[in-house]
């Protein structure tokens, strides 16, 4: 349980240069393995067939599961994880292993951030980089804890990542060194 108790006007000082946090979704490797699986069996019918009902259905077969086995593949592993980082000037959240996709958002463009104890796939449609209209914009990898931007042009941006709170503790006392001038 983290300590509500410390001066918010010092809170700045005692924040570290660069705030780094991060989620990871395990289940997300289990489905890699499954496109890793449909991928194995496409280049085995692709090497092994057989087949004498000729070459269209055989190739549509290969074409189909490496296709889907890719997708399934590079879609999970995109969101095996998500990194945040803050600083002084902006927020940057990336995705996987390669780092996409990435958002990189101005301090000088937040408004507000709040904690969010329960973030769920279920209410954002699922795993991944989700937009709803009455939502707005989130990084869900796993349900939990998460931090919400309340953005000056009136959009929200979630993400899902450990340690939630201090991240918005060290958002909300970054944002007050910010000038008013500055903001919109």
């Given amino acids: ?68 086995g890719l997708l399934v593949l590079f879609g999970t592993l995109a969101f095996v994880h998500v990194d945040l980082r803050l600083d002084h000037e902006s927020l940057e959240v990336r995705c996987g292993h390669i780092g996409l996709p990435r958002r990189r958002i101005l301090l000088s463009h937040v408004a507000g951030a709040e904690f969010a104890p329960h973030v769920t796939p279920r209410h954002w449609g699922g795993w991944g980089y989700r937009w709803r209209p009455e939502k707005g914009t989130a990084v869900v990898v796993r349900r939990g804890e998460g931090v919400v931007l309340r953005l000056w042009d009136g959009h929200t941006f979630t993400i899902t990542v450990d340690n939630a709170e201090s991240a918005v503790r060290v958002i909300k006392a970054r944002l007050r060194t910010i000038t008013p001038g500055t903001a919109h």
């Fill in 1 to 68: 349980m983290q300590d509500h108790t410390h001066d918010e006007d010092t809170a700045d000082a005692s924040h570290p240069e660069v705030w780094t946090g991060r989620a990871t979704n395990r289940v997300q490797w289990l489905l890699a393995l499954v496109g890793a699986a449909c991928m194995a069996l496409g280049i085995e019918l692709a090497v092994a067939s057989a087949w004498t009902s000729g070459i269209a259905p055989l190739v549509m077969s290969v074409v189909g599961c490496i296709a889907a």
